[in-house]
């Protein structure tokens, strides 16, 4: 039994991106480990300066989780927010990280590449994670590629911690499923909230729909013969479907006479049928978001106790309980 831990950012409507390499993964575990999945509102205000956007994003986020699978009675599941122990530990870790480290981030230099506006916020944005990470003293980091770099910080402000005060910190490991690593989006770009590519669970039938007619292919006729490893739309499709299903579909490609439309709406049914199940449980919670915030803060209320532990022993180590 291991203890995982992930966290998401209410930075925007989830997508099929962060199900398949980050919510699916961490729900799977709520079995046999003991999970830590958590909704990382102060990190989308980095980037996120709606208020109203923000709260309803959060709300969002947790309906998603719970509607996928995620039980809150297998699992500790809360909001970064609720549990303030965590602002102490990232300024007590942000004393032991080198301004180097934060300087060689590829998510900020990408963020500042892209002219997002910067913010302090944004460059200690690392810190911040690796107190998520080690407050709990995660194991295990199930995350997608784009987060191998953030998790690598982490094990090295523990490292540095540890050297300083002792051992205090478990080093995680990032768990990343190739397969998964970097699902493309309509543009067959990464797909991500901010790039406006994304396909989300439970959007509407008809929106659902053209967004997936709009997934950019070649340009190759009807008859043609078709790659189907280079194409953004069998990308997708394979990860929905079963492996004849896949088999099926690649052998259509191959042969020629299947039009990218034809692809496109199997893709569009494969996604309707996947998350259909889903759906009414959503509406459900959606109906009563009261229920949901209650979820949220009894699932604080858990977690808490352990942050305190934490940052009980990290104060006496280094000093701050005069
Ligand atoms: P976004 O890029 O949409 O803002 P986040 O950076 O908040 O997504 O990522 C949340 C989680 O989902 C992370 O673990 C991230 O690695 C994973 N994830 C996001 N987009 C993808 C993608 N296109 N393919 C695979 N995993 C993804
Ligand atoms: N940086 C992560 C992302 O953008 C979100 C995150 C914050 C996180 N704290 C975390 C992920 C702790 C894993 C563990 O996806």
Same mark, same amino acid.
């Given at each position: 039994m291991a203890r995982i831990l992930s966290g998401i950012q209410p930075s925007g409507q989830l997508h099929i991106g962060n199900y398949l390499g980050m919510m699916k993964p961490m729900i799977e575990q709520q079995e046999n480990n003991e999970l830590f999945c958590f909704i990382v509102n102060y990190h989308a205000m980095t980037t996120l300066k709606n208020a109203e956007e923000l709260r309803r994003n959060t709300l969002e986020a947790a309906i998603d989780f719970l509607a996928l699978g995620l039980d809150p009675d297998k699992c500790f599941f809360w =909001?970064? &927010?609720?549990?303030?122990e965590i602002q102490e530990l990232s300024w007590i870790l942000s004393c032991s990280t080198s301004l180097g480290l934060l300087e060689r981030s590829t998510s900020y230099k990408d963020k500042i590449a892209k002219g997002i506006t910067t913010n302090a916020g944004l460059y200690t944005y690392p810190v911040l994670m690796a107190a998520d990470i080690l407050m709990f003293q995660a194991e295990k980091v199930p995350v997608g590629k784009d987060q191998k770099q953030h998790l690598e910080i982490t094990r090295d402000i523990a490292t540095a911690f540890n050297m300083t005060y002792g051992e205090t910190f478990i080093l995680p490991e990032p768990v990343i499923r190739e397969e998964v690593a970097i699902i493309p989006g309509i543009d067959g770009q990464k797909m991500s909230k901010s790039y406006g590519n994304t396909i989300c669970m439970f959007e509407e039938e008809k929106p659902l729909r053209k967004k997936i007619m709009k997934i950019v292919t070649d &340009?190759?006729? =009807?008859?043609e013969s078709k790659n189907p490893d280079t194409c953004n739309v069998f990308q997708l499709y394979k990860l929905f479907a079963s492996p004849d299903q896949t088999a099926d579909l690649r052998k259509r490609y191959l042969e020629g006479g299947l039009g990218y439309g034809t692809a496109k709406t199997e893709l569009f049914e494969i996604i309707l049928e996947y998350f259909g199940p889903y759906r009414a449980k959503r509406e459900a919670l959606a109906a009563d978001p009261d229920s949901v915030r209650k979820i949220l803060k009894q699932g604080a209320e858990k977690t808490r106790e352990i942050a305190e532990k934490t940052l009980k022993e990290v104060r006496k180590k280094s000093g701050i309980n005069y």
């Amino acid at each position: 039994m291991a203890r995982i831990l992930s966290g998401i950012q209410p930075s925007g409507q989830l997508h099929i991106g962060n199900y398949l390499g980050m919510m699916k993964p961490m729900i799977e575990q709520q079995e046999n480990n003991e999970l830590f999945c958590f909704i990382v509102n102060y990190h989308a205000m980095t980037t996120l300066k709606n208020a109203e956007e923000l709260r309803r994003n959060t709300l969002e986020a947790a309906i998603d989780f719970l509607a996928l699978g995620l039980d809150p009675d297998k699992c500790f599941f809360w =909001v970064q &927010s609720d549990i303030p122990e965590i602002q102490e530990l990232s300024w007590i870790l942000s004393c032991s990280t080198s301004l180097g480290l934060l300087e060689r981030s590829t998510s900020y230099k990408d963020k500042i590449a892209k002219g997002i506006t910067t913010n302090a916020g944004l460059y200690t944005y690392p810190v911040l994670m690796a107190a998520d990470i080690l407050m709990f003293q995660a194991e295990k980091v199930p995350v997608g590629k784009d987060q191998k770099q953030h998790l690598e910080i982490t094990r090295d402000i523990a490292t540095a911690f540890n050297m300083t005060y002792g051992e205090t910190f478990i080093l995680p490991e990032p768990v990343i499923r190739e397969e998964v690593a970097i699902i493309p989006g309509i543009d067959g770009q990464k797909m991500s909230k901010s790039y406006g590519n994304t396909i989300c669970m439970f959007e509407e039938e008809k929106p659902l729909r053209k967004k997936i007619m709009k997934i950019v292919t070649d &340009s190759k006729g =009807v008859e043609e013969s078709k790659n189907p490893d280079t194409c953004n739309v069998f990308q997708l499709y394979k990860l929905f479907a079963s492996p004849d299903q896949t088999a099926d579909l690649r052998k259509r490609y191959l042969e020629g006479g299947l039009g990218y439309g034809t692809a496109k709406t199997e893709l569009f049914e494969i996604i309707l049928e996947y998350f259909g199940p889903y759906r009414a449980k959503r509406e459900a919670l959606a109906a009563d978001p009261d229920s949901v915030r209650k979820i949220l803060k009894q699932g604080a209320e858990k977690t808490r106790e352990i942050a305190e532990k934490t940052l009980k022993e990290v104060r006496k180590k280094s000093g701050i309980n005069y």
